[in-house]
DNA sequence: TCCTTTACATACAAAATAGTAGGTAAAGCA
DNA sequence: TGCTTTACCTACTATTTTGTATGTAAAGGA
């Protein structure tokens, strides 16, 4: 299998597909506040510097679609709410942390100002 | 560090950096390309499909200003022109290999259309 | 001199992604 | 009843990224 359908879109690559569940500005963030376990709605957005509402609701809503995250509701006086990182989810991590290495790498061999 | 300025432009984490030496829709696919070897410009055109010229030419720039590729002239008839892997190039292949290996997860636990 | 091949460049348009600002629902408590 | 807290949602705008179409330079050969 080379390329593939999903969701009405047409992949010529397993990383094209890998993207859409890691990619863009939040989503690693989201995963990496989850790793050391589930956390409330308001928890990850000050874990997360620099989100905003908009942002993280419609991350999380697309992990949970992809089932990356788990939604918990607890029904109580101020509402609660937590995220909590599926097995799929956690596969992830093997990606994340090579490219956690390969950005260092790159820091190191570039002049970056600290 | 934890944060670090780099083209007048500020990074959170390490990933977010080295997104900007394979992110985008043409970069991991023009680094597989040359992973076998040096190829010129008109065999990346034909090895990569859809990609067009300008896609080609802006991600070869980009790849060859962060050192991950270099650019080799011959002075001839009709020109030649090849692109080679760095070794900072190199050090991509272990994220993106990773990638792979999760995108490959994800289309196995996924419903997608072969 | 004109033609062909290779490796580009450039203006413009479209699409995708992200950010801003403000609003809402639920439920207990004063 | 009105207030407070938590967890959202929505319209709109801005920015970034990608694609389309067309053009150009160099150099040898007919």
Redesign the interface.
């Known amino acids: 299998?080379e390329?593939?359908?999903?969701d009405k879109r047409i992949y010529?690559?397993?990383?094209?597909?890998?993207?859409v569940?890691?990619?863009g500005t939040w989503k690693?963030?989201i995963l990496l506040a989850l790793r050391n376990g589930p956390q409330r709605y308001g928890e990850l957005k000050t874990t997360i510097?620099?989100i905003t509402d908009k942002m993280l609701v419609t991350q999380l809503r697309e992990l949970e679609k992809?089932?990356m995250i788990y939604r918990s509701v607890y029904r109580q006086k101020p509402p609660k709410v937590t995220y909590t990182l599926t097995v799929?989810g956690k596969?992830?991590f093997?990606?994340?942390?090579?490219?956690?290495?390969?950005?260092?790498?790159?820091?190191n061999?570039?002049?970056?100002?600290?």
């Open positions: 299998m390329n593939f359908i999903y010529y690559h397993p990383i094209e597909f890998a993207m569940h890691i990619g690693i963030p510097s620099h992809k089932k799929h596969q992830a093997a990606a994340i942390d090579a490219l956690t290495m390969f950005g260092n790498y790159m820091i061999i570039t002049e970056v100002i600290s």
